[in-house]
Structures are given as C-alpha cells and as structure tokens.
C-alpha cells in the first residue's frame, strides 16, 4: 500500500469562520458549510495501512471523517498515533476529545519534543497517550512497519510555555516537510545554517513543502499588532523564492488566516500560481 498523506485541514489555529469575526469569509462560512476550514492537521497512512495524525485540532469529528472519505473507506479514522508541532490551541485543542469524556482512549503513542510533552503534562493532558519524546533532526517511526518516518526540525515561533518544531515525513519514494509555525526566515534560515529557502528544503532533502502562508501580507490585521504573532508573509516567501523552475520542490502554502485573501480566488492566488507555487486545499492526498 503507497503510503498517503492528507490535508485535513489548511487553517490557521482560529479556522474559517474565526471566533469573534463578521468578515465577508467567515459570514460566508456560517452560511455554507462547504466554505468552512478546519484548523491545520494531516493524517499519514503508512504502508501497512496503519493511520498516523499530526496534529490534534478542534474540529477532530469532522477531520477523522475528511480523512476516511478520502482515502475511500466508511466512516470514521481511529488513529493508531498522535504527533504535535507545538502547543499552540489550533494544534493541540483536540487531544481531550482522546480522553474519557469522548474516545476513552488509554495508551494511545503520542510523539512530540521534551519540552511539549512537559507541558502538557503539566497541563494534565496526557492521559490518554503513551507518550515518547523524539528528539530534533532524529528520525522515528511511529509505529512498527508503518513504511515512513517522521522527523522533527526546531523553528523559532514565540516559543511561550514550549519549543516549536516542522515536522518531516519520509516515505518511500518522497519526503514533505509540514510547517505550519513559525516567527520569520531570517531566524529559520540561520538556526539551520542555510541562506535561502532553496538552499535549506534542498539540506532538508524534501520533495513538497507544506509552508506557513498563515498572513498574505502585513496589511491583513487592522486592529492587531502583527508583531505580537509574527509569520513571515506569504508575499516575503514568493519575494524569497522567485520563480520556481526545474527541480524545485513543490510548494503549498497552509495556515492560512480567515484575513488571507488566498483562501479567495483573487488575484493574489493568481500571483502565486503564476510563480508555480500553490494554496493548499483541504482534503488534498500527497503520496509519499
Ligand atoms: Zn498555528
Ligand atoms: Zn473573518
């Protein structure tokens, strides 16, 4: 069996619609529930058909029955394992539905750093889980014949109560690497010692990356201090990248902000389609 990654979710933390928003977009979404997004997250079948959920999001009923359609099978996932990037809510404001009062799951393997499943402790959230702290840059299965490997990459992201990481996904043929968070490339780029995007996807030996698009630009957040959730824009990155041409890898942007014109179809998604690089879609499978 190939093993598949899907999208199940391309939002930032907040979703589309976002608490507290009368946007046009988040109206929209109140209205069609076709338009709604959930919260970033993927969901990886190894080769032994065993199911793999990075990231664990609010909207976990919906995205376990995303995850199933897609891959053609009846109702809903039941994962075989957990792993996280940070603990930021988006990412983790799911792990309770694993708990007693939901899934009653005990032992369920979940994978994230040291400093993650630290807090978390402390937060009296692992119940649920067998957790097992990976260390960076050091592969790991997360479970016995899955056929892919994970491996977590330190990125600097406001790192508050615990450390943020990318995660790569190595399967057989290709390996992407999901980035949902981070602070800004500058710092990104220097803590790996590579100096560009191109030059650092290219150490990584990745074949697609899932990049943080969360802001198109810095003039998206009327009412909000950027620098208090800094990302660096989309409109930074295509400015970093240029052009893509022969033997680049691929590039899908994610996170994407309820603000973020590219979950439109302007001409913004135009701009970028027009260098070759993408807008994620929710439900999108990569095989790996
Ligand atoms: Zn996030
Ligand atoms: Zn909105």
Redesign the pocket.
Known sequence: MEVTLVLLGIAQDGG???AG?S?A??MAAHAEPSLRRHPVACGIRGSDGSLHLLEASRSLPDQMRLWAEVLGAEGVVNPDSVSLTHVHLGHIDGLGQFGNEVMGCSELPLFASASVLEELANRKALGPFNATDAAPMERFSPSEGCGFEMELVPVPHRDEYADTHAVIIRGPSRSALFLPDHDDWDQTLGGHGASSIRQWLSDLEVDIALLDGSFWDSSELSGRDMSEIPHPTVTETIARLGERVEGDVEIHFIHLN??NPLLGKGLEAEELSDLGWQVATQGQQFAL
């Open positions: 589309v619609p976002h928003c946007c977009r988040c309820h603000s």
